[in-house]
């Protein structure tokens, strides 16, 4: 018998949102794709960026079709899980191979099928108004419809969006952020100084390289290594001393040049080759959730901790309901700057910034992410945890790849789940093995707990059938 899970109702939606200030929800509708591969386009659907370029080289080494179902399938689901009946486009993934080769392609496709699955978990007026793009040339948004994406994407040129798209480019770079005026750490942006032409000839890329990564090793550490155009935590590394220096000098040897060979005519404008050293300032990071009105108004959603691996990159986050009112007052007068920010080039809708807090209790924004994020629908999901089952403390992992499918998944968790304790927000499958048979899943789990400890039990249980590196 299938199990009797309880539906999931937000506290808010984005339609409610959007509805704020004399806004309206039906005229945006959100892209979402995720990271792109370092390797190029991971699906038929999704053509490789060009003009739009993102350094990703910390990025995990895996195969396309996994990239595919981490990014365009369980990292865009979960990244939407609050979109509410707003028109919401996701990206249609390529079948594996091994079904291609034996002629036992699902339909309706099993990228679609697993999306819809997930939304199905929410109250039927909370469910997105999704569909799928399966080439760039048969997306049009409806008349009146401005997209909000995520990234930004090379084919939405063509698209009225929300903010052009060079200017949300410009708004997600790292160096941008640096020159806002925004409270960040001190940082000396390393400026690229090649044309487009230049890149044809290696030597001048060679020596371009050099230049920027001998002014790294000229700096004593700690600090802070930060590529412009990175997602993830993927293009960010910490220094503090010579042996971690030197480790990521090593990277840089490769990355550098890389991202120096993206400068095109057509992006040169948009400053895309840049490094950034920045200062190590040790303190209490929170990554807020955002969302501001189509007059300007910063809201405040959640305010949230993020949980990243030795090398930084993220694996998890965690929101204590308890403290969110505490929370929305001492971070109020930055959420407003960063709000003030954003407005001022045209920007309104969900968006995040991680923001640090030294000892001596100066607040520092250290990433702006004017997008929607990763763990934007844990605030909204306090009703159904706290308020309606008294556990205080919600934890998201993503992306958790275990063996198998979803319905065996559900079976080892059938209590949490028919309890409320366990919301699935994000599902994709795939095939792998040396065959090809055998299935695997790549998900994302929101758990409820009464205390941390609670918590850690039943990540750990979650843990326990990773494939992947745990959060």
């Known amino acids: 018998m299938p199990l009797e899970i309880p539906p ?35 699906s038929s659907s999704l053509p490789e960026n060009k003009k739009y370029t993102f350094q990703s080289p910390m990025a995990p080494k895996l195969d396309k079709e996994i990239w595919a179902r981490i990014t365009l399938g369980n990292g865009s689901q979960n990244h939407a899980f609050m979109s509410g009946p707003i028109p919401l486009y996701l990206f249609d993934i390529d079948p594996p191979q091994y079904d291609i080769a ?40 409806d008349e009146g419809v401005k997209v909000s994406p995520y990234p930004v994407l090379d084919f939405l040129d063509q698209s009225p969006c929300v903010v052009s798209q060079d200017v949300h480019y410009r708004l997600l770079s790292k160096r941008d952020l640096a020159l806002s005026g925004l409270p960040t750490p001190q940082t000396h942006a390393i400026e690229g100084k090649l044309s487009p032409s230049d890149i044809k000839d290696e030597d001048k890329v060679q020596a371009e390289a050099n230049r920027i990564i001998n002014i790294v090793r000229e700096r004593a550490p700690p600090f802070v290594i930060k590529f412009p155009q990175s997602l993830a935590g993927q293009g960010v590394f910490p220094v503090r001393d010579d042996k971690s220096k030197a480790e990521r000098i090593a990277i840089l040897e490769t990355a550098v040049p890389h991202m120096i060979r993206s400068l095109l005519h057509q992006n040169a ?56 009112d505490h929370f929305e007052k001492v971070y109020r007068d930055t959420v407003q700057k960063v709000a003030a920010h954003a407005y001022k080039h045209g920007f309104y809708g969900p968006m995040g910034a991680d923001i640090m807090t030294d000892a001596e209790g100066n607040q520092f924004v250290v990433d702006l992410n004017t997008r929607i994020t990763g763990d934007y629908m844990m605030g909204p999901l306090k009703g159904h945890f706290d308020d309606r089952r008294g556990l205080r403390f919600s934890y998201l992992i993503t992306p958790l790849v275990v063996l198998g499918n979803r319905d065996g998944f559900e079976d080892k968790f059938a209590k949490e789940l028919v309890e409320g304790r366990m ?38 249980r979650l843990n326990a059938l990773a494939l992947s590196k745990p959060a």
Request: glycine residues 8%.
């Open 8 to 42: 999931v109702e937000l506290d808010q939606t984005l339609y409610d949102l959007y509805s704020l200030d004399g806004g309206n929800p039906n005229e945006v509708a959100h892209v979402i794709s995720l990271a792109p591969h370092p390797g190029g386009s991971v």
């Open 102 to 141: 034996t002629g036992s392609v699902e339909s309706p496709p099993a990228a679609q099928t697993d999306a819809h699955r997930v939304y199905d978990a929410l109250i039927p007026s909370q469910r997105p108004n999704l569909s799928f793009i399966s080439s760039p040339e048969s997306f049009k948004p």
């Open 269 to 324: 404008h948009l400053q895309p080759i840049s490094l950034l050293l920045q200062d190590l300032v040790e303190g209490d990071t929170k990554n807020l959730s955002i969302f501001v009105t189509k007059t300007g108004r910063a809201v405040f959603v959640s305010a949230a901790e993020q949980f990243l691996d030795d090398d930084g990159i993220y694996r998890a986050s965690i929101l204590d309901y308890k403290r969110q």
């Open 423 to 460: 919301v699935i927000v994000g599902w994709a499958r795939g095939k792998g093995g040396k065959s090809g048979s055998h299935e695997y899943s790549v998900c994302s789990v929101i758990v409820g707990a009464k205390d941390r400890n609670d918590v850690m039990d039943l990540v750990g």
